[in-house]
């Protein structure tokens, strides 16, 4: 299946913003910490998948009630097979089916929503990656253009895709502060979920 990568465009921030307004007013019964948008699409000059990914930062004895508060308002839980401290959801459309090929033809943008605690490693993940982007602009481009590259190839595979950024995916890593465990977790966990959910 072929990866999509785009050139930074400035309304995923305008997206996010948007989305994080809704998730707001669903999780008012909720104690959250932080609403953080990360992945490529939060990073200024970064190329990425159209896709907004959003991290919901709760005490780990209020993610259930975190769950319940999403579940009620239009989003449905998918389990991952990586072994992620992390809950993913997608969004449903009015319908009721989980959105995606409808928002291809609709231009609507994607969006993975990530429940998880302070905590967790797949949160700490998303924020070094985030800040060590944000604050590397060689390493920014680097990163950029080798997924652009990737995602050109009409004959790689999905896997391809994610071998390929793998070396550069490590420095980021390593420059966000992640130790080599860390790392070794994060890569193992982001194999297996890329491979089994492409469009994430």
């Known amino acids: 299946m072929r990866v999509t990568i785009l050139p930074y465009d400035e309304s995923w921030v305008t997206e996010f913003s948007t989305i994080r307004?809704?998730?707001?007013?669903?999780?008012?019964?909720?104690?959250?910490?932080?609403?953080?948008?990360?992945?490529?699409?939060?990073?200024?000059?970064?190329?990425?998948?159209?896709?907004?990914?959003?991290?919901?930062?709760?005490?780990?004895?209020?993610?259930?009630?975190?769950?319940t508060a999403l579940e009620l308002n239009g989003y449905t839980y998918h389990e991952e097979t990586a072994s992620l401290d992390r809950y993913s959801f997608r969004y449903n459309n009015h319908q009721g089916h989980v959105k995606g090929t409808e928002e291809q033809m609709t231009g609507e943008i994607r969006r993975n929503v990530y429940i998880c605690g302070p905590g967790s490693l797949s949160l700490k993940n998303h924020l070094a990656v985030r800040e060590a982007l944000r604050n590397d602009r060689e390493l920014r481009e680097e990163y950029s253009r080798v997924k652009m590259e990737l995602a050109k190839d009409d004959h790689a595979t999905l896997s391809d895709y994610?071998?390929?950024?793998?070396?550069?995916?490590?420095?980021?890593?390593?420059?966000?502060?992640?130790?080599?465990?860390?790392?070794?977790?994060?890569?193992?966990?982001n194999i297996r979920t890329e491979r089994m959910t492409p469009n994430s």
Do not use: F, N, Q, W
């Open 21 to 67: 307004a809704a998730l707001s007013a669903a999780l008012t019964t909720v104690k959250v910490i932080s609403i953080e948008h990360v992945g490529s699409t939060s990073v200024l000059g970064m190329a990425a998948k159209p896709v907004i990914d959003i991290d919901i930062v709760v005490a780990e004895e209020d993610i259930t009630a975190a769950t």
């Open 162 to 189: 994610v071998d390929g950024k793998d070396a550069v995916l490590r420095k980021v890593l390593s420059r966000g502060g992640l130790s080599k465990e860390e790392i070794d977790d994060v890569e193992k966990a």
